[in-house]
């Protein structure tokens, strides 16, 4: 047996797509049901047609690991080990309990010296200034400690996805706290049935040339797909937890942000399906595209194609996403606003959403013109929506309250690659009762 908690019993080695909703019950001995049971969860692969994440080879993840490669976790260095061992040979990782990748709190990666009172007054707006950022700050600074302090938390949590991979939650009750998962530079990735406690950066550093006032920056996406193609993120719930924005404190006159995105797609990824995962109480939660520079929109131009459906986006305050350059398919989604909405939608540089059959519930006096964004002009489809129970023309409400950000209808193409489309003033009640950790299907 291995030291991080595999165990050695007989699977089947074909990949397995199920239908319908089966509550997730992995066996961890039970030799007999392991080779006889058709419905091995930790098998599954993403089914036909669902959504860009399907096209080409699909995404099939580890189903097709041998027993050797089947690993069961309980700590983050044991889920460490089970990434690293065995190379890009097909893998399936089942996560038991909470794993924290910050257990022993931020303290453990400040180096000596650091000091954040002793930063505050170094660096406060009235003694240093809002003309000057802070890259030039030498070592011995509290700038200085600060960034080797970011270092040693950013060895410690970023955890590298290898290629042919399949990390599941075990039962009703796993997942990640304070861990960014790194999908980098590979293919054919399945993450599924966990619940992620977004990371929290120990160390944000203040740039006082951010906008008029300065701005607290953070760093660590709870998941980046970065140059990766066949992704699929399956049934996960995505939260800040015991650490919510709205609890942060402020300094500076601004607040003191700790949190990045909850889920990032950049740098030339391709073919993602996002499906039946809640995204919930957050600020900048699901980005496709990172950057409008020509050097991104040389790696970005034809890929970022991405389907998100059957989410949850739940008192998010905006990037819901944030699209540039991909063909995005956002269909039979789910969001509901609370305090603090901005948008939903962020149509940037040649993007191509193509936002249909989703339901919006807004809060009273929220004006549905909101729910797009325009960033820079680029034509989307938007058709078949639902706001509070009542089919709006998200397009034409937008233009008609906000005619300074005017957008063009028609995205230019026609998405195919979709299951069942539920109609959108059924979604609340369907998304609501199947969608996030603990709800596999």
């Known amino acids: 047996m291995h030291a991080y908690g595999w165990h050695g019993h007989a699977v089947k080695r074909r990949a397995v797509v199920l239908a319908g909703c089966t509550a997730l019950a992995l066996s961890l001995t039970g030799t007999a049901a392991a080779q006889t049971d058709s419905r091995d969860l930790t098998r599954q692969t993403l089914g036909a047609k669902d959504g860009w994440g399907s096209y080409g080879t699909g995404t099939t993840g580890g189903s097709a690991a041998d027993a050797q490669h089947v690993y069961t976790v309980t700590t983050w260095a044991q889920f460490k080990a089970a990434l690293a061992a065995g190379g890009s040979a097909p893998k399936i990782i089942k996560v038991k309990g909470t794993v924290d990748a910050v257990s022993e709190g931020c303290d453990a990666f400040a180096v000596p010296g650091y000091d954040f009172d002793a930063y505050l007054k170094k660096y406060a707006p009235e003694t240093w200034g809002r003309d000057k950022d802070l890259s030039g700050e030498p070592a011995d600074s509290p700038e ?56 929290l950066d120990c160390f944000p550093q203040w740039d006082p040339t951010d906008t008029d006032t300065g701005a607290w920056n953070s760093e660590y996406d709870t998941a980046v797909v970065n140059g990766s193609t066949h992704v699929w993120m399956d049934h996960n719930t995505f939260t800040d937890g015991s650490h919510p924005d709205s609890a942060a404190p402020t300094y500076f006159g601004t607040v ?23 995204f919930a109480d957050h600020d900048k939660t699901l980005m496709i595209g990172n950057s409008d520079s020509e050097s991104t929109a040389v790696l970005d131009r034809g890929k970022l194609k991405v389907t998100l459906h059957h989410n949850k986006f739940r ?25 603090g909405y901005v948008y939903t939608y962020g149509i940037g540089k040649e993007s191509q959403l193509v936002a249909e059959h989703n339901a919006f519930t807004l809060p009273a006096g929220t004006s549905p013109a909101l729910i797009l964004k325009r960033w820079i002009d680029s034509p ?59 709800r596999i299907c």
């Open 144 to 199: 200085g400690l600060r960034r080797a302090s970011s270092d040693n938390q950013d060895k410690a949590i970023k955890a590298g996805v290898p290629a042919n991979t399949t990390i599941i939650g075990v039962g009703k009750n796993a997942g990640f706290k304070g861990a960014s998962l790194q999908i980098a530079g590979v293919d054919n990735v399945i993450i599924r049935n966990l619940t992620f406690e977004s990371p």
């Open 315 to 339: 008192n998010v305050l905006e990037r819901a996403p944030r699209v540039r350059f991909g063909q995005v398919d956002s269909y039979n989604n789910h969001f509901v606003a609370g305090q």
């Open 256 to 278: 003191y942000q700790q949190h990045d995105g909850q889920l990032d797609i950049i740098k030339g990824s391709n073919y993602v399906t996002a499906s039946w995962n809640v």
């Open 380 to 438: 989307l489809t938007a058709t078949d929506n639902y706001v509070n129970g009542k089919r709006v023309d998200l397009i034409a409400v937008h233009n008609a309250e906000i005619p300074e950000e005017t957008l063009r209808s028609g995205a230019g193409w026609t998405p195919t690659l979709r299951t069942k489309v539920d109609r959108p003033k059924a979604i609340p009640g369907i998304v609501d009762h199947r969608a996030g950790a603990g």
